[in-house]
T-cell receptor, first 112, second 114 residues
Framework: QKEVEQNSGPLSVPEGAIASLNCTYS??????FFWYRQYSGKSPELIMSIYSNGDKEDGRFTAQLNKASQYVSLLIRDSQPSDSATYLCAVNKGGGADGLTFGKGTHLIIQP | GAVVSQHPSWVICKSGTSVKIECRSLDFQATTMFWYRQFPKQSLMLMAT?????????EQGVEKDKFLINHASLTLSTLTVTSAHPEDSSFYIC??????????FGPGTRLTVT
């Protein structure tokens, strides 16, 4: 069964510091990788997408992908209390399927 | 851009009745729409994928006769939960994808079956 693994946390980070979130996936056929943020009781909100090896930066967020190691990460710089949420790593199902397999999420707490 | 709406946002129904949930892409044409389900303290699980004008593709273990999906246009997909039972109570979330690979999620529908 194709899996996406994340540390469930909670991960506690002081305000202004860098938060580092990690994810591994099992399906070598996956080509699309996403990070979503989910607040309690709400639906996921797309934060970053990444499709090729290396880094992708967007504002305070940097996504990193290493397909050889089957590893995806998200860095949040200058963490704010409003960043406190559950961060979901999602990977497309391989073989041309577009549906996403989600990890269980990492609960991030930014301490003021 | 990339706004997806869902209706209703929450619904309570009696066991044995059917419930229809609508998912609309408001500012883009969705070539593909997806339906996910999330139980408390669990992550999202893909239920089915639908393309406009085609039959939906269901994930293993999802009953196609129980969860009816219709994708009538490039902006509308519906999920009907037929003969709902308490174990169907969950948070149902749709997502839509246009010409890019990103999926944008609707706000979700919380279904409670009594």
């Amino acid at each position: 069964q194709k899996e996406v693994e994340q540390n469930s946390g909670p991960l506690s980070v002081p305000e202004g510091a860098i938060a580092s979130l990690n994810c591994t996936y099992s399906d070598r056929g996956s080509q699309s990788f996403f990070w979503y943020r989910q607040y309690s009781g709400k639906s996921p909100e797309l934060i970053m997408s990444i499709y090729s090896n290396g880094d992708k930066e967007d504002g305070r967020f940097t996504a990193q992908l290493n397909k050889a190691s089957q590893y995806v990460s998200l860095l949040i710089r200058d963490s704010q209390p409003s960043d406190s949420a559950t961060y979901l790593c999602a990977v497309n199902k391989g073989g041309g399927a577009d549906g996403l397999t989600f990890g269980k999420g990492t609960h991030l707490i930014i301490q003021p | 851009g990339a706004v997806v709406s869902q209706h209703p946002s929450w619904v309570i129904c009696k066991s044995g009745t059917s419930v229809k949930i609508e998912c609309r892409s408001l500012d883009f044409q969705a070539t593909t729409m997806f339906w996910y389900r999330q139980f408390p303290k669990q992550s999202l699980m893909l239920m089915a994928t639908s393309n406009e004008g085609s039959k939906a593709t269901y994930e293993q273990g999802v009953e196609k006769d129980k969860f009816l999906i219709n994708h009538a246009s490039l902006t509308l997909s519906t999920l009907t939960v037929t003969s709902a039972h308490p174990e169907d109570s969950s948070f149902y979330i749709c997502s839509a994808r246009g010409l890019t690979r990103e999926q944008y999620f609707g706000p979700g529908t919380r279904l409670t079956v009594t």
